[in-house]
């Protein structure tokens, strides 16, 4: 599974870091998306998705949000644009028109949950397997 983690950030008291590498650690596919840097843990980060798919060859199987909403939009347009099938929106980075323009166009999208305590509520949660619209509202 690839995964980009869009805020992923160096700063290690930040949530782009925590979420990065908590997902890092379970999932070794997961790339950094941060205009600002270069590298994070000795990863290359990307300054976009669409640096990352033309680099890599391939559409991330997820992309996890760790920006302010006024980033989000932008960013979601780009992932639907590429393909990708799958967005979590960590709390916080998520927007109603986020939300919806993803779902209109046939995206498994989860909002309101963060991905830290869900894994970590349950311990048989994988994302392999996720292909469901969640949320809470």
Not at 19 to 40: G, M, Q, S
Not at 78 to 96: R, S, T
Not at 117 to 127: G, I, P, Q, R, Y
Request: charged share 30%; hydrophobic share 35%; aromatic share 8%.
């Amino acid at each position: 599974m690839i995964i980009a983690v869009v805020g992923a950030s160096r700063n290690k008291e930040k949530r782009g870091y925590k979420v990065r590498r908590f997902l890092y650690d379970r999932y070794k596919t997961v790339y950094p998306i941060n205009p600002n840097a270069k590298e994070i843990d000795g990863i290359k980060a990307y300054p976009n998705l669409t640096k990352l798919v033309e680099e890599i060859g391939r559409v991330p199987d997820l992309v996890v949000f760790v920006v302010p909403p006024k980033v989000t939009m932008k960013v979601t347009e780009e992932a639907v644009k590429l393909g990708v099938k799958k967005l979590w929106y960590q709390p916080g980075a998520e927007c109603e028109e986020c939300i919806e323009y993803a779902k209109k166009r046939g995206v498994d999208v989860v909002y309101n949950a963060c991905i830290i305590e869900t894994h970590e509520s349950d311990k048989s949660f994988n994302l392999e397997g996720l292909s469901i619209n969640r949320g809470k509202r």
